[in-house]
């Protein structure tokens, strides 16, 4: 794999609030905001950043923007439950890699199992899972916009502990995280 450059963009008015500062992982070095060092102490244990979890972290910022974007609840929530599932499965590939999954366990039941300090998560966003599923069975109507708020919510909140566990500062805007082979 060639070496790439991931360069950490955060929105201009928080630019100048944090240290900027670069570490190298797997062939890929992140520069960009250093996460605030009170921050980073609420966190437990630290996650490896590899490459296939910057791309995950990209892609939930990606979500998380639509689910902004979005005017319908189901969208909404569609949206910030697909930002769950990226930002969950960059801890698991930090873990894990392309390990094998256990025969019959779902996502968030492996999730907890290689990342117990965030099992509390796991049950939030299963639930969400499985209102998904009803809502894609036809069992419910719609996703009410203050429940929809709910989870975009709680999966921002999420984002922040992810981010924090990677020892990432979580102001952090991935939808503008560059990369390029060097």
């Known amino acids: 794999m060639a070496n790439a450059t991931v360069v950490g963009v955060l929105p201009t008015s928080q630019a100048s609030r944090g240290a900027v500062g670069s570490f190298s992982v797997a062939g890929v070095e992140v520069v960009g905001p250093l996460p605030e060092p009170d921050l980073v102490e609420r966190c437990s244990r630290r996650f490896d950043v590899v490459p296939s979890a910057i791309s995950l972290l990209r892609s939930a910022d990606a979500q998380l923007e639509l689910a902004a974007l979005a005017t319908d609840g189901f969208d ?17 590939e930090s873990v ?10 779902m996502f968030w039941q492996r999730f907890a199992r290689l ?5 509390l998560w796991a049950v939030v966003f299963e639930e969400g899972a499985r209102l998904r599923s009803a809502m894609e069975a036809g069992k419910l109507d719609t996703i009410r ?3 929809s708020e709910y989870w ?6 999420f984002r922040t502990q992810v981010l924090l566990a990677f020892g990432l500062d979580p102001r952090t805007d991935f939808t503008r995280v560059l990369q390029r082979v060097a």
């Open 76 to 92: 909404r929530f569609s949206h910030a439950h697909f930002a769950a599932l990226r930002l969950a499965g960059s801890v698991v």
């Open 152 to 157: 975009i919510s709680q999966t921002r909140e």
């Open 115 to 119: 990342a117990p300090e965030f099992g």
């Open 145 to 147: 916009q203050p429940d």
């Open 96 to 105: 894990a890699g392309g390990k094998r999954v256990r025969r019959g366990e």
